[in-house]
């Protein structure tokens, strides 16, 4: 390799205070579950933000966590958020002497953002640009996990505080950031600024040649401001041809498109000359789809989720940590895989399936721990590990198991 490979990202980067005990059908839960969409309550799987939920219930957010959680601290603290927890994996999956991995992104000037700090060092991932903005608190994210939802598949409530976020800027991205070969945009429906400025960032980051690639999250702000219409990710749906990767799961891909089922969501995508497109669906099949412009061609179809991962936990449930962070792992692992195959081949005749395999590896280890960040013990821990993973998976899928 000539030259190393830059990837820059930004997007939501919080702490992420882990609750693993909680009952989605507890009274205690159900007292402030929703009753209707966007009206400030609790629903499983979604995102509600701290100031909706105290105007929804009329308590205070200290009480309310009081109750559901039962008093109890947190399993874990861990690094949250699309935007850092992808860019993460992506930094623990390529080699430092030939890759830069950057995270660009504001804090407040509290003890959250002090120990994000401590955390993210013991990472590969760069954090130059992830520096503090606002007086605001750091934003966090109580994550309240049932691994007994759905059938034990596991899901989780998200209640999340935006804090510093509604500070960071476009601005603060400076040039550096589209100095990269690959541009990234994480979760950027909880940095406010950056979602409504999301079209004018990819068009200069298309001029400069960059590499696009934007992985959502549930957009609270537009669904409560507009409950029941389309939310807004980029201006107009001829701006979509500026997102070379969109990356989301099915309750965002129905959202953002107006449509009522999977399939529909992806064909909309599709029509509105996306390039490459992955729709995740818990654990549930995936969809995907490549207009052969970045990676090779690959017609709308869908694929499994490992079933390795499926098999762990029926004959050991005990292995089970929380799904915390799949969506966001799985993205990462995907841009990894991007990252690499830019390296060593051309535009346009990368391997979607290989890309994938690196998500679906990404994805189903982070099932195995609490949290989306896993912390190595030693450089390149987690790459031995998920390489075993995404070469079964590559056997699943070619042997049709």
Known sequence: MS??????GTGCALADYLYTDVRFNSPEFLKFASLETGDGGLTPGRLVFTEEL???????????SQQITGGKSPAAINIGG?????LINASQLLPEEDFDVHFFGGTGRDETAQWIEKLVRKTPLNTDHYTPVSDKRTPFTDVLSDTTYDNNHGERTFINNIGAAWDYLPEHLGDSFFE?????????????????????????AREKGCITVVNTVFDFRNEKKNPGTPWPLVDTPASYHLIDLLIMDCEE??????????GEAAQYFV???????????????????????????????HL??????????????????????CGDNFAGGIIASLARQIATSKIGELSLTEAVAWGVASGGFTCYYLGGTYIEQQRGEKLTILESFKNQYLHQISSGE
């Open 3 to 8: 030259r190393k490979i830059s990837v820059s």
């Open 54 to 64: 105290e105007r929804f219930s009329g308590v205070p957010y200290a009480e309310i």
């Open 82 to 86: 699309p935007g850092v927890v992808s």
């Open 180 to 204: 990269s070969d690959i541009v990234c945009f994480g979760g950027t429906a909880l940095v406010p600024q950056i979602h409504d400025n999301l079209t004018a960032l990819l068009t200069r």
């Open 253 to 262: 891909s129905l959202k953002i498109s107006g449509m009522e089922s999977i």
């Open 271 to 301: 029509d509105q000359n996306i390039k490459t497109l992955v729709i995740t669906n818990g654990a549930q099949d995936f969809y995907l789809f490549s207009n052969g412009e970045l990676f090779e061609n690959y017609a709308l179809n």
């Open 304 to 325: 499994p989720v490992s079933g390795k991962v499926r098999a762990d936990f029926l004959q050991n449930p005990a292995l089970k940590g929380d799904t915390t962070g």
